[in-house]
């Protein structure tokens, strides 16, 4: 089995406004740099062999943080681990886009499905499985996976049979949730707030 440990990125300033991001390339604020580092300080205990991040630039900087800070190499990007796209709903605030859609599980014209989201990071997370099996079989590696709010509790949901995250938990940014994967099997171990 392979340690998987995602990070939620570090705080933007749509994220403070409390903004639907999506696929729009935020960057991070000076607390989201906070957050990146205050990851990597709880990541410091043990050692993680490789580093992904999603494209978006929130997440990509957050992963560079992190693997300048544990002295890994630059963050390999995996497209598939990238926040689920809002469509329409990008943009608004939260309040705004509950109000015209409803709930998190409604699809704007042009949003992914939250079964799209997790069925894509599914996908990634397996790459990722058998690329650090070809690098270091048999022994086990530990990797870190920077992605964001949508996709990590898709996977939450699905690891815990629908039973997390629980209506209104929150996922903080810098927020570390640590599973187990193999070929076809992802398995919560710890969520961790910061």
Request: net charge negative.
């Amino acid at each position: 089995m392979t340690l998987i440990t995602l990070v939620r990125h570090g705080q933007t300033d749509w994220n403070l406004a409390r903004r639907i991001q999506g696929s729009t390339d935020i960057p991070l604020n000076e607390t989201g740099r906070a957050d990146a580092l205050a990851a990597a300080e709880l990541l410091s205990g043990t050692s993680h062999h490789a580093i992904y991040a999603s494209p978006l630039v929130r997440a990509h900087e957050t992963a560079r943080i992190i693997a300048e800070r544990l002295g890994m190499v630059a963050p390999a990007t995996t497209h598939d681990m990238r926040e689920r796209e809002f469509g329409e709903g990008e943009g608004l605030l939260v309040a705004e886009y509950l109000e015209r859609f409803r709930d998190w599980h409604s699809a704007p014209s042009g949003a992914e499905s939250l079964d799209t989201v997790r069925d894509r990071a599914l996908g990634a997370l397996d790459v990722i499985v058998r690329e650090s099996r070809r690098r270091s079989a048999p022994v086990a590696e530990s990797v870190i996976v920077v992605t964001h709010g949508g996709v990590i509790r898709s996977l939450l949901h699905h690891a815990s049979s629908g039973s997390l995250p629980r209506e209104g938990d929150v996922l903080r940014n810098g927020s570390l949730h640590r599973f187990e994967a193999g070929p076809g099997i992802l398995r919560l171990l710890e969520p961790i707030a910061i």
